[in-house]
T-cell receptor
Framework: GAVVSQHPSWVICKSGTSVKIECRSL??????MFWYRQFPKQSLMLMAT?????????EQGVEKDKFLINHASLTLSTLTVTSAHPEDSSFYIC?????????????FGDGTRLSIL | SQKIEQNSEALNIQEGKTATLTCNYT??????LQWYRQDPGRGPVFLLL?????KEKRKERLKVTFDTTLKQSLFHITASQPADSATYLC????????????FGTGTSLTVIP
């Protein structure tokens, strides 16, 4: 099946640091990538939708200047959490999807656990 | 506003029984609905997709139904096993564009040996 690689899987850093998370689709073209945030025992909250070559579309309440998304190729999207603070600590998950193929599921990475001290 | 609810946060059943999970939604008419499994500390894994014109879909021990009148999907695991213990999420393509998916609250299933 389709494989999505997310890196790093775990990050611990000091407050004020910027952190970049990578999401790669290894064996298919991801025309669209989604970024989610998940708090303990809660469901996935969609943060933004990113189409290759276009600016990301952010969900209401998500700061675009805080969470920078780049989707420059069909196999890679990055999420940069800028000037991270403890409240940004969370589990971030990406998923990849090929909109050319109808009714296909999203394929998820294994997430990045971000801890800001 | 959008709302996707799944029954009880946690469901415990005895091994060998059938687990039934519910996904209810309001204010939408999705073209299709998906079910995912998520294990702790991992990303969700796709299980089944059912389209609005399909009443039922099966895959091995899994069965999904989709009632667009009731705005509800049921997810069944027959002959449940301890290895089926996980959180199960339903997801809807809200705008029917294939470009924006929202997930339900999730149900944590524990199968007791």
């Amino acid at each position: 099946g389709a494989v999505v690689s997310q890196h790093p899987s775990w990050v611990i850093c000091k407050s004020g640091t910027s952190v970049k998370i990578e999401c790669r689709s290894l064996d298919f073209q991801a025309t669209t990538m989604f970024w989610y945030r998940q708090f303990p025992k809660q469901s996935l909250m969609l943060m933004a939708t990113s189409n290759e070559g276009s600016k990301a579309t952010y969900e209401q309440g998500v700061e675009k200047d805080k969470f920078l998304i780049n989707h420059a190729s069909l196999t890679l999207s990055t999420l940069t959490v800028t000037s991270a603070h403890p409240e940004d600590s969370s589990f971030y998950i990406c998923s990849a999807w090929d909109r050319v193929l109808p009714n296909q599921p999203q394929h998820f990475g294994d997430g990045t656990r971000l801890s800001i001290l | 506003s959008q709302k996707i609810e799944q029954n009880s946060e946690a469901l415990n059943i005895q091994e060998g029984k059938t687990a039934t999970l519910t996904c209810n939604y309001t204010n939408y008419s999705p073209a299709y609905l998906q079910w995912y499994r998520q294990d702790p500390g991992r990303g969700p894994v796709f299980l089944l997709l059912i389209r609005e014109n399909e009443k039922e879909k099966r895959k091995e021990r899994l069965k999904v139904t989709f009632d667009t009148t009731l705005k509800q999907s049921l997810f069944h695991i027959t002959a449940s096993q301890p290895a089926d213990s996980a959180t199960y999420l339903c997801a809807l393509d809200i705008l029917n564009t294939g470009n924006q998916f929202y997930f339900g609250t999730g149900t944590s299933l524990t199968v007791i040996p």
